[in-house]
């Protein structure tokens, strides 16, 4: 594990709590910067955090405790913005909720950055570049054009949340010399995702993993979207989670620069994903698993205004310019995510 040298740097990680917040931490704790892991829920650290570490946890709402926040941004080094609603589930049943958190509140960490002088991280989606629309290229950082459907399909608001967030981010670096990297994340999966359901209803709508894992469990079908046509490429979160180490020890080579963490080699159609992880939980379990997949229409399963990204292949090469190289291939991801899932089977409703 590398280490930094530089005992003095305090790294703020606002949204520690979460699926990607957790593996940060976990890495951090490997360092000697000091860390202050900061989410309105924190109980995805504890299977993480040893006894002793150079982690402090701090549970706190954003939205409701200003000053403590301004404290927090005040006394750190480094500040990581991982707030975000990122669940498309959310973005249609609560668009406004999504651009106040994603956009609003997250400008107002930005806004503190700026005021004292700290390097910000930014996590930013891979959904900012929208529509492949048969283009089959990857998206770059720097030249690939950003493109959006309607305003009626309201899925969008996040990714123009998330882009209106970028530009102001932007302008800020230009303007008043903000030091930033905002990072584009494409499509991480590993332990801790998201919840398993046994009623989408019940607690809303997770990712497509832990809707098949969730139907695997089940033994239910697995619910393909529009027949699940659309493409996505995946990267284990822990060579998600190598990457970010990497930009932030390299930081200054990329102030002020996008970055995509993805891996275009881990592309499947959302069927062809299906079909794999009905293999792999056969596998795993020695099961035979009989249910199969059920399509359905994305109005009934997500609601009106429900529109859907095609293809995201990520440019890689930033990344890799810092001799990162994924470590899990598909099956890898998906096999390790299986095994957490099967070892952790704890539904939200049981
Ligand atoms: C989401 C977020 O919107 C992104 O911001 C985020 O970066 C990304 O996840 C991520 O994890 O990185 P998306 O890939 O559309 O984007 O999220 P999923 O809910 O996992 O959907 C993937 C595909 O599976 C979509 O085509 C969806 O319609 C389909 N799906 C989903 C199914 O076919 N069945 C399901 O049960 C759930």
Same mark, same amino acid.
């Given at each position: 594990m590398r280490e930094n040298n530089n005992t003095s740097e305090t790294i703020a990680v606002f949204g520690a709590g979460g699926f990607i917040g957790s593996h940060m931490i976990e890495a951090l704790t490997a360092t000697n910067y000091k860390v202050l892991a900061i989410d309105v829920d924190l109980k995805k650290l504890a299977e993480v955090?040893?006894?002793?570490?150079?982690?402090?946890t701090i549970e706190l709402d954003i939205t409701k405790d200003r000053e403590k926040v301004e404290e927090l941004i005040k006394d750190s080094d480094i500040v990581v913005d991982l707030i975000a609603y990122? %669940?498309?589930?959310?973005?249609?049943?609560?668009?406004? !909720?999504?651009?106040t958190l994603d956009l609003f509140e997250n400008l107002w960490i930005t806004e503190l950055c700026v005021k004292y002088k700290k390097f910000l991280f930014q996590y930013?989606?891979?959904?900012?570049? @929208?529509?492949? $629309? !048969? *283009? $089959?290229?990857?998206?770059n950082e720097e030249e690939s054009l950003l493109v959006v459907g309607p305003i009626n399909e309201h899925r969008w608001i996040y990714s123009c949340a998330k882009q209106?967030?970028? /530009?102001?981010?932007? #302008?800020? @670096?230009?303007?008043? @010399?903000?030091?930033?990297?905002?990072? /584009?994340?494409f499509n991480f999966v590993g332990p801790r995702i998201d919840y398993l359901i046994d009623d989408k209803d019940e607690e809303g709508n997770p990712r497509v993993f832990s809707h098949f894992m969730s139907a695997l469990l089940l033994n239910k079908p697995l619910p393909l979207v529009d027949g699940g046509i659309n493409l996505r490429s995946y990267t284990h979160i822990e060579d998600a989670t190598d990457a970010f180490m990497r930009i932030l020890e390299n930081r200054q080579q990329f102030n002020r620069e996008i970055i995509n963490i !993805?891996?275009?080699? %881990?592309?499947?159609?959302? *069927?062809?994903?299906?079909?794999?992880?009905?293999?792999?939980? %056969?596998?795993?379990? !020695? #099961? %035979?698993?009989?249910?199969g997949t059920v399509d359905i229409p994305s109005e009934e399963f997500y609601g009106e205004g429900y529109a859907?990204?095609?293809?995201?292949?990520?440019? $890689?090469?930033?990344?890799?310019?810092l001799g990162w190289k994924e470590k899990y291939n598909l099956e890898e991801i998906f096999r390790d995510a299986i095994r957490y899932y099967i070892k952790n089977n704890e539904f939200v409703t049981q």
């Open positions: 955090l040893p006894d002793s570490t150079n982690v402090t990122a %669940n498309p589930s959310i973005y249609i049943t609560d668009p406004i !909720g999504t651009v930013s989606t891979c959904e900012v570049y @929208g529509l492949d $629309n !048969g *283009r $089959n290229q990857p998206f209106m967030l970028e /530009r102001i981010v932007h #302008a800020y @670096g230009i303007k008043e @010399g903000l030091d930033y990297i905002v990072i /584009r994340p !993805g891996t275009p080699e %881990n592309e499947t159609s959302i *069927r062809g994903l299906a079909e794999l992880m009905i293999e792999l939980y %056969n596998e795993e379990t !020695g #099961a %035979n698993f009989s249910a859907d990204c095609d293809r995201r292949i990520p440019d $890689n090469s930033k990344i890799a310019s």
